[in-house]
């Protein structure tokens, strides 16, 4: 039996991961894999010899998907089993697939590749055992005080963490599809409109198209996000009721559904997302611009955003591309802020959240100081 009051080193799990590389994941219950196994005990994942299988699963699910949402991770993912319908599949086909990932061979992938991505997921099992060993740490101070509620209070934080990870880039995606459409709407100039001293070049429409490069980033980056969210939690949103679940579902749905680009691209962009340097903008279109396929996604993108610009009344909008993004991106933030403050009333007892700042205030608020201080 799996002795849960010890971390497993770092050996025994390399060792319990080949032989779950061996065998595959429809093989785990009869499989002995004593670290995997004290370490799902260890995470909270397992209590029982009935639940070991299934807290191991869930404890590499886990591991796995702090990989990064990419490449590597599905790599793992596919030599492990934990891929969607490839748990039954024989090692060779599993480790092919592994390898096609990497763009290499698969002899190439298993005397390398394979060893280094096996003690990725080992030093993540880690990482979880330690986390879960300080959690209880702080749970049984906070019990001191809040006995009653503290250790559902800290699953719904950790639970909303990965909310707004989601959060950030929707956000950010309607600031810059919004910031886009008003740049076009200017009147084309010479000078920096908030700036018109400045001898600082100025092109309308460069200006626009870069904000729809940040957008397309930033659609990229939810992608990646929910990508991260499926594996860590399947998907599965907990929040005040089933209403507001199915409302936070079908915005983020709407988010990556309002435009013209195809599973492919959304795989496109996401997986190169995850492989670029720290997973920052700059490195990211430097990597991708060499692609034929980026430029033609970009080219739709930047089409999208220019259908939108001349729709002003709300039944333009409801036909425009664009603008139902912008939406569906508010929706999400607007739900996902309300819950927490229904959920967390703990936090902050009667409050409510203020009106989130915009692009287009900030830059009318810019010209506004630009036309008084000149006046």
Same mark, same amino acid.
């Given at each position: 039996?799996a002795?849960?009051?010890?971390?497993?080193s /770092?050996?025994?799990?390399?060792?319990?991961l080949?032989? &779950?590389?061996?065998?595959?994941?429809?093989?785990?219950?009869?499989?002995?894999?004593?670290?995997?196994t004290n370490?799902?005990?260890?995470?909270?994942?397992?209590?029982s010899?009935?639940?070991?299988?299934?807290?191991?699963?869930?404890?590499?699910?886990e591991?796995?998907?702090?990989l990064?949402?990419?490449s590597?991770?599905?790599?793992?993912?596919?030599?492990?089993?934990?891929?969607?319908g490839?748990?039954?599949w024989?090692?060779?086909?599993?480790?092919?697939e592994?390898?096609?990932?990497y763009?290499?061979?698969?002899?190439?992938?298993?005397k390398?590749? !394979?060893?280094r991505?096996?003690?990725? *997921?080992?030093?993540?099992?880690?990482?979880?055992?330690?986390?879960?060993?300080?959690?209880?740490?702080?749970?049984?101070l906070?019990?001191?005080?809040?006995?009653?509620?503290?250790?559902?209070? *800290?699953?719904?934080?950790?639970r909303?963490?990965?909310?707004?990870?989601?959060w950030?880039?929707? /956000?950010?995606?309607?600031a810059?599809l919004?910031a886009?459409?008003?740049?076009w709407?200017?009147?084309?100039s010479?000078? *920096?409109?908030?700036?018109?001293?400045?001898e600082?070049? /100025?092109d309308?429409?460069?200006?626009? =198209?870069?904000?729809?490069?940040?957008?397309?980033?930033? &659609?990229?980056?939810?992608?990646l !996000?929910?990508k991260?969210?499926?594996?860590?939690?399947?998907?599965l949103?907990?929040l005040?009721?089933?209403?507001?679940?199915?409302?936070?579902?079908?915005? *983020?749905y709407?988010?990556?559904?309002?435009?013209?680009l %195809?599973?492919k691209?959304e795989?496109?962009?996401?997986?190169?997302?995850?492989?670029?340097?720290?997973?920052?903008?700059?490195?990211?279109?430097?990597?991708?611009?060499?692609?034929?396929?980026?430029?033609?996604?970009?080219a739709?993108? =930047?089409q999208m955003?220019?259908?939108?610009?001349?729709?002003? %009344?709300?039944?333009d909008?409801e036909?425009? =591309?664009?603008?139902?993004?912008?939406?569906?991106?508010h929706?999400?933030?607007e739900?996902?802020?309300?819950?927490w &403050?229904?959920?967390?009333?703990?936090?902050r007892?009667?409050? %409510?959240?203020?009106?989130r700042?915009?692009?287009?205030?900030?830059?009318?608020?810019? &010209?506004?100081?630009?036309?008084?201080?000149?006046?």
């Amino acid at each position: 039996m799996a002795d849960a009051s010890r971390t497993p080193s /770092y050996d025994e799990l390399i060792k319990d991961l080949n032989r &779950l590389r061996a065998d595959g994941l429809g093989s785990l219950r009869r499989l002995p894999v004593p670290a995997l196994t004290n370490a799902s005990r260890l995470g909270e994942y397992s209590a029982s010899p009935e639940t070991d299988a299934a807290g191991v699963r869930m404890l590499l699910k886990e591991a796995v998907a702090t990989l990064g949402g990419g490449s590597i991770q599905e790599s793992a993912e596919y030599l492990l089993g934990l891929y969607p319908g490839t748990a039954l599949w024989p090692q060779v086909d599993r480790r092919r697939e592994a390898a096609e990932l990497y763009g290499v061979v698969p002899d190439t992938f298993r005397k390398g590749h !394979e060893r280094r991505l096996l003690g990725e *997921v080992a030093e993540a099992i880690l990482v979880i055992c330690q986390d879960a060993s300080l959690r209880r740490a702080r749970l049984e101070l906070q019990e001191r005080r809040h006995p009653a509620d503290s250790r559902l209070a *800290v699953q719904w934080v950790e639970r909303f963490e990965a909310y707004y990870r989601i959060w950030t880039p929707i /956000y950010a995606l309607a600031a810059d599809l919004e910031a886009a459409i008003e740049t076009w709407r200017e009147e084309p100039s010479e000078t *920096v409109p908030w700036a018109p001293d400045s001898e600082q070049p /100025y092109d309308r429409d460069q200006q626009a =198209q870069g904000y729809g490069r940040s957008a397309l980033f930033r &659609l990229a980056e939810q992608w990646l !996000e929910i990508k991260r969210f499926q594996s860590r939690h399947g998907g599965l949103w907990l929040l005040s009721d089933t209403e507001v679940e199915e409302q936070v579902a079908d915005a *983020v749905y709407r988010v990556g559904w309002h435009n013209d680009l %195809s599973d492919k691209d959304e795989s496109f962009l996401r997986r190169h997302l995850a492989d670029s340097r720290h997973q920052e903008a700059g490195h990211f279109w430097d990597v991708i611009q060499a692609f034929p396929q980026a430029r033609e996604i970009n080219a739709r993108w =930047q089409q999208m955003i220019l259908d939108g610009v001349d729709c002003t %009344s709300d039944e333009d909008k409801e036909r425009s =591309q664009v603008w139902l993004t912008i939406r569906a991106c508010h929706d999400y933030c607007e739900l996902i802020d309300n819950d927490w &403050l229904r959920i967390a009333d703990w936090y902050r007892p009667q409050t %409510s959240p203020r009106p989130r700042v915009s692009g287009a205030s900030l830059y009318q608020e810019l &010209l506004d100081r630009r036309s008084n201080s000149s006046g």
